[in-house]
């Protein structure tokens, strides 16, 4: 049986992770092992996660480290498939266990594999952030989205590629990581047969922090990856987007500190500047064909305040 790690990351969510854990701790699965990183919680997180499950590999951090806390947990896992988890997820079952053990014997070059999100107890959809209309989310398609709480990893394309880019902190670093692993050769698919439903926590979340990060990390990705055919009208719809949400719930102070700092930090990245084959591009341009328009994305980001799958 192919050995797989379970990664979950949390952080000042304790009641949160105990039930993720109750539920991982009944599948009774000798080739699975918890680990949990504790993102430097100040609820005790850590203490009780060690006393209600001595099984379970504890990762402690002083502090939040934000993507960095992942990277800790990756580099201890030992499967040789590594999923990794928000503490707010639930209902993840043997039956998922088995068939992402399908997926990745099915295809030695799949390097990562992406879940189906839902409302906790129910099949409908949360969270969609995929290229296709939502009518696609029991399907299985290439993506480039990586739902970094609700996906499944190849340990041998992670070693291949490296983990996330710890500058990011939070936002787009599962877009630098599928960039790297698709100019890699790995692929990166949506398989809609592996489930989990999002209690969506609200134990942690700061309110500013998407709304500044999700602006200076497009510049990032940006200069890193995107020849500037492609950079320009990245930006220009990225941060047009980011300006009206800014705009709608009061961070445009946020929006114009994070345009300055992703404006200093491109200057800084240069030097790693390594642009996306024209294969790779075509790759993206092929998931892109089925994307719903902008304006339709748009409108519906505007009527969904509180999306955040983390």
Not at 168 to 194: C, K, N, P, Q, T
Not at 274 to 303: I, Q, Y
């Amino acid at each position: 049986m192919t050995p797989v790690s379970v990664v979950i990351l949390t952080f000042d969510r304790r009641e949160a992770v105990l039930t993720l854990l109750g539920e991982l701790s009944q599948l009774d699965d000798p080739a699975l092992e918890v680990i949990v990183v504790d993102n430097g919680s100040q609820d005790g997180t850590a203490d009780a996660v060690a006393g209600a499950h001595p099984d379970v590999s504890v990762v402690a951090l002083a502090e939040n480290a934000g993507v960095g806390a992942r990277n800790r947990g990756l580099e201890r896992a030992r499967g040789d498939i590594v999923v990794t988890l928000d503490d707010d997820m639930v209902e993840f079952t043997a039956d998922d266990l088995a068939a992402l053990r399908e997926i990745f014997a099915d295809d030695p070059r799949l390097g990562a594999v992406c879940f189906k999100v839902t409302w906790p107890g129910t099949d409908r959809v949360r969270d969609w952030v995929h290229r296709r209309p939502v009518a696609a989310a029991d399907t299985r398609f290439d993506t480039y989205e990586i739902t970094e709480g609700a996906v499944a990893w190849r340990h041998a394309a992670l070693d291949d590629v490296g983990h996330y880019r710890e500058d990011f902190f939070i936002s787009h670093e599962g877009l630098d990581l599928a960039f790297r692993l698709m100019e890699g050769g790995w692929g990166i698919i949506y398989d809609g047969r592996v489930q989990v439903g999002h209690a969506h926590a609200t134990g942690g979340r700061k309110t500013w922090r998407r709304y500044y990060f999700d602006t200076r990390n497009q510049f990032w990705v940006a200069t890193l990856h995107l020849p500037l055919r492609d950079a320009v009208p990245y930006l220009v719809r990225g941060q047009g987007a980011m300006l009206l949400y800014s705009l709608r719930d009061g961070f445009l102070g946020t929006w114009w500190r994070a345009v300055r700092d992703g404006l200093a930090g491109m200057r800084e990245l240069r030097s790693e500047r390594n642009v996306l084959s024209a294969a790779t591009r075509e790759r993206l341009r092929e998931c892109d064909r089925h994307r719903p328009g902008f304006w339709t994305m748009v409108v519906k980001r505007l009527r969904q305040k509180d999306f955040s799958l983390e």
